[in-house]
């Protein structure tokens, strides 16, 4: 399959399974064995894989940011190099669809249900790596078919961009892997559970996650400073008059409301509140993969308005972010870095506890948004725009500042870089 089909491909679906009809000669079927490599012998640095040009993208489905940043990773590295043979996959989907799907709404439930339980779950590890039985856990969970699934494509450098798959990744390569592990954090503030030894290279999104890790045990010199990785249609110039007219809608004061790809973040009671100023503002709701959240909308008769438009998963999401003025969000990191790439101001609102938390105080920080506690305090903001319009400039000229930090073309160079490296090494 040639690299622009399968980068068609990946743009198309959430995640690329395995190649069929690939032949693996026999030795390579004996030594990947699906309990591991520990039957593995005769691999040295100058015999596997020697000189392999393949990279493999490996993600979750536990937010559709990972494998946002996957699915733009990839396709920046096709443009890169066309030589270079690119496979993209979630891997619980792929290898434990059951398990996995268990697993993502357990994880949804616990972030809408029990937000307390689900922050003291993820700051019990946020300064120490996962336990050696989490992971044990984890990997005979989802990846116990990993090593067979690596075995048929043949990568010489793998990217995680979600730390199970790297954490799955690790394991393996512990047991003689013959690959260069590279781990893409997705969030603006590190955690415990990106952290292995066997990692070869973090490409962090700023220095304040680098000097985060390096507090976590990282070595400074396995660390690349190279922002999170977005898509190219997020840095293309676009007015907002081209954008509402493509679109089909109204010229006039402007907010995007969005929950992330589950349409997460107490979108429904934000709906409501914000609609109260609809004869004075146009209001763009997307609900991501949330298709009761959408319907639950459509029902309710006040927003049955023209100025008020529902849309759920989207393509065009960089068109719908030219057409606002403001963003009305929870800080996923993906949403984040698109929204900096287009020099969007941010509003933030309910903020899943967790790594969210983090973004959103480093956003803040940085004067690079603003967050609002409750309802009230979006309606307080949201009045001061609409009578203060230049108030939003500030901002929007610090995100410009500071989106050169993250621009995509630094990941991409850092993961050649890593196939460069692998190939010095085995020579």
Request: with cysteine.
């Given at each position: 399959m040639n690299g622009k089909k399968r980068l068609l491909e990946m743009s198309q679906s959430c995640y690329v399974g395995r190649r069929s009809g690939r032949e693996v000669d026999k030795m390579d079927r004996m030594a990947w064995s699906s309990s591991g490599l520990t039957e593995l012998k005769n691999w040295t640095p100058k015999t596997a894989w020697n000189g392999n040009r393949n990279v493999l993208l490996v993600s979750e489905s536990f937010g559709?940011?990972?494998?946002?940043?996957?699915?733009?990773l990839a396709r920046g590295i096709k443009l890169a190099d066309e030589e270079v043979q690119v496979q993209l996959v979630e891997l619980?989907?792929?290898?434990?669809?059951?398990?996995?799907?268990?697993?993502?709404?357990?994880?949804?439930?616990?972030?809408?249900?029990?937000?307390?339980?689900?922050?003291?779950?993820?700051?019990?590890?946020?300064?120490?790596?996962?336990?050696?039985?989490?992971?044990?856990?984890?990997?005979?969970?989802?990846?116990?078919?990993?090593?067979?699934?690596?075995?048929?494509?043949?990568?010489?450098?793998?990217?995680?961009t979600h730390p199970f798959a790297s954490s799955g990744v690790a394991r393996l390569k512990k047991e003689g892997?013959?690959?260069?592990?590279?781990t893409l954090i997705t969030d603006f503030c590190a955690h415990g559970s990106w952290v292995s030894p066997e990692v070869d290279l973090y490409l962090a999104p700023h220095n304040g996650v680098k000097e985060q890790l390096i507090a976590l045990g990282v070595e400074r010199n396995k660390i690349a400073v190279t922002g999170i990785p977005t898509e190219d249609h997020f840095w293309k110039?676009?007015?907002?008059?081209?954008?509402?007219?493509?679109?089909?809608?109204?010229?006039?004061?402007?907010?995007?409301?969005?929950?992330?790809?589950?349409?997460?973040?107490?979108?429904e009671e934000l709906v409501a509140t914000v609609a109260d100023?609809?004869?004075?503002?146009?209001?763009?709701?997307?609900?991501?993969?949330?298709?009761?959240?959408?319907?639950?909308?459509?029902?309710?008769?006040?927003?049955?308005?023209?100025?008020?438009?529902i849309t759920g998963f989207t393509r065009d999401m960089a068109d719908w972010m030219d057409a606002a003025d403001v963003l009305l969000t929870k800080p996923g990191g993906m949403t984040l870095t698109e929204a900096i790439a287009k020099g969007k101001p941010l509003l933030l609102f309910g903020t899943i506890p967790g790594q969210e938390e983090g973004n959103e105080r480093f956003m803040v920080d940085r004067?690079?948004?603003?967050?609002?506690?409750?309802?009230?305090?979006?309606?307080?903001?949201?009045?001061?725009?609409?009578?203060?319009?230049?108030?939003?400039?500030?901002?929007?000229?610090?995100?410009?500042?500071?989106?050169?930090?993250?621009?995509?073309?630094?990941?991409?160079?850092?993961?050649?870089?890593?196939?460069?490296?692998?190939?010095?090494?085995?020579?």
């Open positions: 559709a940011g990972h494998t946002r940043a996957a699915q733009a619980g989907r792929e290898l434990r669809p059951q398990v996995n799907q268990a697993l993502v709404y357990s994880y949804l439930g616990m972030i809408q249900k029990a937000p307390g339980l689900w922050r003291r779950m993820y700051g019990k590890h946020h300064s120490r790596a996962f336990p050696r039985w989490i992971q044990w856990c984890l990997y005979q969970a989802l990846y116990s078919r990993l090593a067979d699934y690596i075995a048929d494509f043949r990568p010489g450098v793998i990217v995680a892997l013959p690959v260069r592990l590279c110039k676009q007015s907002k008059e081209e954008a509402r007219i493509k679109l089909g809608i109204y010229h006039m004061p402007t907010v995007l409301i969005m929950g992330g790809g589950f349409g997460l973040g107490r979108t100023k609809r004869e004075n503002l146009q209001i763009i709701v997307c609900t991501g993969h949330n298709h009761r959240l959408r319907q639950a909308l459509s029902r309710q008769p006040e927003l049955n308005h023209p100025h008020i438009r004067g690079l948004a603003h967050q609002a506690a409750d309802e009230e305090e979006v309606l307080a903001w949201l009045a001061h725009w609409l009578e203060h319009p230049e108030c939003l400039e500030p901002m929007r000229q610090r995100m410009l500042a500071w989106r050169w930090n993250i621009h995509p073309s630094k990941s991409v160079e850092a993961v050649l870089g890593q196939m460069a490296t692998r190939v010095i090494q085995s020579e």
